[in-house]
Every structure is written in structure tokens, then in C-alpha cells.
């Protein structure tokens, strides 16, 4: 069955430092993989997208990576700031569907 | 800034009562949706719906679900026979564009079913 992995353990790192997050997928063939940041009881806020054919992404302090031949993604947060502190979860769509499936999240702290 | 907004924030019903979710989708917006998320698990998806009618479906959205789009503004979201399991934060999105479809979210309705 298609599964989409994120370590939903907690990861803590210090202020100004770069948080790196993991998004691995199986079963699974992806034309776009989308990050999100959710805030507890808020719905989740679009931070970027990156397609298949794309090797990397970035915006701001924002980078994404999307190996499609590991199925895995990478999410750097650089120079972390406490206002960073959220989950950051991973979706994932299909070519030719509307339908985004999302990972459970990680939950982000960083710490001043 | 453009909003999804969702009405109630929270309702609290009994078991075997039925409930409807209102969601105002961003104006220009073609493409709606309704996710859940039950506390401490992830954000599930339930429908998606273009050009008046149900695009995708999960399995969660069984026959006592359905959604509508009665007028040019709203979308809803109808649970026909609560049931305990039923309790969860229920999220309202919508999408410009097909494709690429990042989704904007609105805050929430929470129901809890007691």
C-alpha cells in the first residue's frame, strides 16, 4: 500500500542552526511533492512544491529536495528561528489527480 | 488576503444527530475539498469535488457523508448519522490550479460527538 514516512518524533535544534527534515515514500509515483507547516489546532499553511523533474527548490530560507529514485525529500530550514517551532508535514499528488495525501508530520522546536 | 473560511469553529452534537460543516471557499478557486484530522494523527483526506460533482473519494467517506455546493460560495460538508468516531477537526480546502494544486486551508471545525 502507498505509504508516505516522517519522523513524528520531536526535533529539537538550536536557534540559528539548520533543521533538516525527511519525507521517504513507497509505492508510490509522484508528480508533486508539496510541504506545509501546521500550528497546533490550525489548519495547514502551503510552503512550497516541487515537481518530479525537479532535483531542488527554494524560497527565502526554505529548501526542498525530491530524490525520486530514494523517494525521499528534504526539508532545510536554515538560520532556525523560534517562530519556525510548528510540524511540517509532507504531501504528496499524483499526475492527473486531485487528491493530496499527507504524511503525519514532524514537530519542529527550536530552541533559543 | 484571500481566505477559506469554515463556520462552525466548534460544534459539539450527540450521537445519531446529523451535522453540516459550511466552508466559503477563495473566490476564484475551482477545486474543494474536505480533509479530517482526528487528534494526534495525521490530516486524512475524505473528497475532492470539481465542476459540481465529486472528483475523488476516500474510503472514510462512506454513505453518510455527503457534500454540496448549493450556491456559488459555499461548500458543505453533511455527516448524516454521527457517531462517536466521527469526532475530529474537519478542514475545508480549495485549489487554483489542477496540477500543481497547493491547497489553502481554512482554520477548522471541530465536532465532537458525545
Known amino acids: 500500500s502507498q505509504k508516505i514516512e516522517q519522523n513524528s518524533e520531536a526535533l529539537n535544534i538550536q536557534e540559528g542552526k539548520t533543521a533538516t527534515l525527511t519525507c521517504n515514500y513507497t509505492?508510490?509515483?509522484?508528480?508533486?511533492l508539496q510541504w506545509y507547516r501546521q500550528d497546533p489546532g490550525r489548519g495547514p499553511v502551503f510552503l512550497l512544491l516541487?515537481?518530479?523533474?525537479?532535483k531542488e527548490k527554494r524560497k527565502e530560507r526554505l529548501k526542498v529536495t525530491f530524490d525520486t529514485t530514494l523517494k525521499q525529500s528534504l526539508f532545510h530550514i536554515t538560520a532556525s528561528q523560534p517562530a519556525d517551532s510548528a510540524t511540517y508535514l509532507c504531501?504528496?499528488?499524483?499526475?492527473?489527480?486531485?487528491?493530496?495525501?499527507f504524511g503525519i508530520g514532524t514537530k519542529l522546536q527550536v530552541i533559543p | 488576503e484571500p481566505e477559506v473560511t469554515q463556520t462552525p469553529s466548534h460544534q459539539v452534537t450527540q450521537m445519531g444527530q446529523e451535522v453540516i460543516l459550511r466552508c466559503v471557499p477563495i473566490?476564484?478557486?475551482?477545486?474543494f475539498y474536505w480533509y479530517r484530522q482526528i487528534l494526534g494523527q495525521k490530516v486524512e483526506f475524505l473528497v475532492s469535488?470539481?465542476?459540481?460533482?465529486?472528483?475523488?473519494k476516500s474510503e472514510i467517506f462512506d454513505d453518510q457523508f455527503s457534500v454540496e455546493r448549493p450556491d456559488g460560495s459555499n461548500f458543505t460538508l453533511k455527516i448524516r448519522s454521527t457517531k462517536l468516531e466521527d469526532s475530529a477537526m474537519y478542514f475545508c480546502?480549495?485549489?487554483?490550479?489542477?496540477?500543481?494544486?497547493?491547497?489553502?486551508f481554512g482554520e477548522g471545525s471541530r465536532l465532537t460527538v458525545l
Open positions: 480546502a480549495s485549489s487554483e490550479v489542477q496540477h500543481t494544486g497547493e491547497l489553502f
Open positions: 509505492n508510490y509515483s509522484p508528480a508533486y
Open positions: 516541487i515537481r518530479e523533474n525537479e
Open positions: 504531501a504528496l499528488r499524483s499526475g492527473g489527480y486531485q487528491k493530496v495525501t
Open positions: 473566490s476564484n478557486h475551482l477545486y
Open positions: 469535488f470539481y465542476n459540481n460533482e465529486i472528483s475523488e
